[in-house]
């Protein structure tokens, strides 16, 4: 069974900036492609980005990208979403999910991720 092992969410002020690791245990990364998906109070959840592990192509959701980065650490099996001027619509719980599709081509953000980790908490406020 794959967990995935999250960290690194907390209270940051608009503008500022936060990493988010995320370590699956059960799989290597090489063979899967690995989302961040987010989900504030009453709203469905939203792809934020996704990258596969297996070429490291990625795909950014629109009101992320310029300021959101994935990226794989092979030699330590992570994960990780660098986060740059935040802005208090980027507040949200924070989940990482893999065990799909090995790749982030096309409408992503629909596809089938077996595997989701606990969330983590991201508060933007001033």
């Known amino acids: 069974q794959v967990q995935l092992v999250e960290s690194g969410g907390g209270l940051v002020h608009p503008g500022g900036s936060l990493r988010l690791s995320c370590r699956p245990v059960g799989i290597t990364l090489g063979y899967y492609a690995v989302a961040w998906f987010r989900q504030s109070p009453g709203k469905d959840h939203e792809g934020v980005s996704c990258i596969s592990t297996s070429d490291g192509t990625t795909n950014y959701a629109a009101s992320v990208k310029g300021r959101f980065t994935m990226s794989t650490d092979y030699a330590n099996n992570t994960v990780y979403l660098e986060m740059n001027s935040l802005k208090p619509e980027d507040t949200a719980v924070y989940y990482c999910?893999?065990?799909?599709?090995?790749?982030?081509?096309?409408?992503?953000?629909?596809?089938?991720?077996?595997?989701w980790g606990q969330g983590t908490q991201v508060t933007v406020s001033s």
């Open positions: 999910v893999t065990d799909g599709p090995n790749h982030c081509s096309g409408p992503w953000t629909g596809f089938t991720f077996r595997a």
